[in-house]
């Protein structure tokens, strides 16, 4: 068994997309980065690399490389959960935790789940999402940004 966390966090600005987990949320603001900005993902694929020590997201994707830009983050988790399934590890769940203050989150938790897990090609009930304020402080708070954490257990295949 194998224990993994990951942390990844972006600037929100008018005139972005805002992609989490890997589905498209209506909102004012979206998430400034070099590809899509899901930091859900991108927090993903930092715990699944580091339970392995396989480096981080940075490393394997880096944001100088034109081939990244504007890139599905879900392209990105299918190539990470690759290297994991190289090593010979499968995924036994992910829990993870979105800092946002605005939108609310809640009505696309289920499709965050069922976007995650067909990527990874685990079960739903395999990944937890849940997303919380940080009522009204820090740059979350005044709606500058989105944050997440992502804690996952791999186990031996």
Same mark, same amino acid.
């Not at 990470?80 to 499968?90: A, F, I, N, Q």
């Given at each position: 068994?194998?224990?993994?966390?990951?942390?990844?966090?972006?600037?929100?600005?008018? %005139? /972005?997309? &805002? +992609?989490?987990?890997?589905?498209?949320?209506?909102?004012? =603001?979206?998430?400034? !980065?070099?590809?899509?900005?899901?930091?859900?993902?991108?927090?993903?694929?930092?715990?699944?690399?580091?339970?392995?020590?396989?480096?981080?997201?940075?490393?394997?994707?880096?944001?100088?490389?034109?081939?990244?830009?504007?890139?599905?983050?879900?392209?990105?988790?299918?190539?990470?959960?690759?290297?994991?399934?190289?090593? %010979? /590890?499968? &995924? +036994?769940?992910?829990?993870?935790?979105?800092?946002?203050? =605005?939108?609310?989150? !809640?009505?696309?938790?289920?499709?965050?789940?069922?976007?995650?897990?067909?990527?990874?090609?685990?079960?739903?009930?395999?990944?937890?999402?849940?997303?919380?304020?940080?009522?009204?402080?820090?740059?979350?708070?005044?709606?500058?940004?989105?944050?997440?954490?992502?804690?996952?257990?791999?186990?031996?295949?």
């Amino acid at each position: 068994m194998r224990i993994g966390n990951g942390y990844d966090v972006h600037r929100l600005a008018k %005139g /972005y997309r &805002l +992609v989490l987990g890997g589905v498209e949320i209506p909102h004012e =603001k979206g998430c400034v !980065a070099h590809s899509d900005g899901d930091v859900v993902l991108h927090a993903l694929c930092d715990a699944l690399l580091g339970a392995l020590s396989l480096g981080d997201i940075g490393q394997h994707f880096p944001d100088t490389s034109d081939e990244y830009l504007g890139i599905d983050s879900k392209i990105l988790l299918e190539r990470t959960y690759s290297m994991v399934k190289e090593e %010979g /590890y499968s &995924l +036994v769940n992910a829990d993870i935790t979105l800092l946002l203050q =605005k939108p609310k989150i !809640a009505p696309y938790i289920a499709q965050m789940k069922d976007s995650i897990a067909s990527v990874l090609g685990v079960p739903a009930n395999s990944i937890s999402v849940k997303a919380t304020t940080t009522e009204r402080l820090g740059y979350i708070g005044r709606e500058e940004g989105v944050s997440c954490y992502a804690t996952i257990l791999l186990s031996k295949s």
